[in-house]
T-cell receptor
């Protein structure tokens, strides 16, 4: 059983489209992180959330603690957004360790 | 500020050997976490250190161990290597272990191949 589930696994979009990636989790969390991994391995932290909504440029992340669900939105997608997006939670149920989703591979076509 | 650095970047070992990987965090960061990434299992949490103390540990066998030094640099060690230990090992640093300053800053990783 995976503590963190992401959907979709793969996503192809046309440049300019609005994109949504979903993350559901089954443990109690102290924070949820959205990460971006480009080909070649480098991982960048996009957001850390414990409630509500955060926005950075064209990226928006929301979290609903009661429903144990988070979404990452990309507005006006661009080919440089092509990457794997990973949802991670820090769970206080298990001593604050991290659990990761399997990632969503996004390809944005010009 | 310099980012998180990891050495070596690439490593080839044979089964049964042991390996030590090193991670230097961003200056001022006192928390270092280690992760394993494989195509089959994705990212998995190994352990986390804060101020030289292991704060959290993932579900890995005792062959995986780590430590943190007083300057916050961290090492992880894998003994008696198995083929399944082939992976990208990532470390990340943050200001705190949990809480509002918990944004993880990742290093480039060490690619370990076990033959």
């Amino acid at each position: 059983k995976n503590e963190v589930e992401q959907s979709p696994q793969n996503l192809t979009a046309q440049e300019g489209e609005f994109i949504t990636i979903n993350c559901s989790y089954s443990v109690g969390i102290s924070a949820l992180h959205w990460l971006q991994q480009h080909p070649g391995g480098g991982i960048v932290s996009l957001f850390m959330l414990s409630s509500g909504k955060k926005k950075h440029g064209r990226l928006i992340a929301t979290i609903n603690i009661q429903e144990k669900h988070s979404s990452l939105h990309i507005t006006a997608s661009h080919p440089r957004d092509s990457a794997v997006y990973i949802c991670a939670v820090r769970s206080w149920w298990t001593g604050n360790q991290f659990y990761f989703g399997t990632g969503t591979s996004l390809t944005v076509i010009p | 500020k310099a980012g998180v650095t990891q050495t070596p970047r690439y490593l080839i070992k044979t089964r049964g050997q042991q390996v030590t990987l090193s991670c230097s965090p961003i200056s001022g960061h006192r928390s270092v976490s280690w992760y394993q990434q494989t195509p089959g299992q994705g990212l998995q949490f190994l352990f986390e250190y804060f101020s030289e103390t292991q704060r959290n540990k993932g579900n890995f066998p005792g062959r995986f161990s780590g430590r943190q030094f007083s300057n916050s640099r961290s090492e992880m060690n894998v003994s008696t290597l198995e083929l399944g230990d082939s992976a990208l090992y990532l470390c990340a640093s943050s200001l705190s272990a949990g809480g509002p300053s918990d944004t993880q800053y990742f290093g480039p990783g060490t690619r370990l191949t076990v033959l």
